[in-house]
């Protein structure tokens, strides 16, 4: 079966430091991976998404970033934090390709930029 | 912007009575849409889905309705349980990821 690991679940970090949230598929191959994020009492946002190693697509130009080193990891960076970066972070995959559309996620990383 | 969008913010529902989560899009092109569970803390999870050459589907205490000429979805809990307080989120494909609505906050009580 398809299992998907974000991590860390939470951290608290100062303006203007670095971040890289981690995300993980294991059990399918060449998924579409995607970065969502929930800031509080609001939905989901997208961020990127990527349909292959390499290939990153951005939904929202901030100051974050993505990566896709290999098929099933899925890395969101920054270099610098502003506070507005604070939310629930959740990365997401599903079938390659224009599929059904169904995602399913991670269970999140709640970042607190202080 | 968005192109979904929930008519309520949060709902109250006496446990047993049944529940309907409304939901509008914009996107006429929209062929794809699916309901998502979110419990407090965890990322979301999948409910039903429904493509546009339905009305109507039906999973286990769930239904979901699309009404496409006023671009309407709405999500129908049987029987409402405790468990089933949540957020609820609608979502439309749009290209090769969902688009999400802000969400819906139901509350069961006893």
């Known amino acids: 079966s398809q299992t998907i690991h974000q991590w860390p679940a939470t951290l608290v970090q100062p303006v203007g430091s670095p971040l890289s949230l981690e995300c993980t598929v294991e059990?399918?191959?060449?998924?579409?991976l995607y970065w969502y994020r929930q800031a509080a009492g609001r939905g989901l946002q997208l961020l990127f998404y990527?349909?292959?190693?390499?290939?990153i697509s951005s939904e929202v130009p901030q100051n974050l970033s993505a990566s896709r080193p290999q098929d099933r990891q899925f890395i969101l960076s920054s270099k610098k934090l502003l506070l507005s970066d604070s939310g629930f972070y959740l990365c997401?995959?599903?079938?390659?390709?224009?599929?059904?559309?169904?995602?399913?996620f991670g269970e999140g990383s709640r970042l607190t930029v202080l | 912007g968005e192109s979904v969008g929930l008519h309520l913010p949060t709902l109250s529902v006496q446990e047993g009575d049944n529940s309907i989560i409304n939901c509008a899009y914009s996107n006429s092109a929209s062929d794809y849409f699916i309901w998502y569970k979110q419990e407090s803390g965890k990322g979301p999870q999948f409910i039903i889905d429904i493509r546009s050459n339905m009305d109507k589907r039906q999973g286990q205490r769930v239904t979901v309705l699309l009404n496409k000429t006023v671009k309407h979805l709405s999500l129908q809990i049987a029987a409402t349980q405790p468990g089933d307080s949540a957020v609820y989120f609608c979502?439309?494909?749009?290209?090769?990821?969902?688009?999400f609505g802000k969400g819906t906050s139901l509350l069961v009580t006893p």
């Open positions: 997401a995959w599903s079938s390659g390709g224009r599929s059904a559309g169904e995602l399913f």
């Open positions: 979502a439309d494909l749009s290209g090769y990821a969902l688009n």
């Open positions: 990527s349909v292959g190693i390499g290939q």
């Open positions: 059990g399918t191959s060449n998924p579409n």
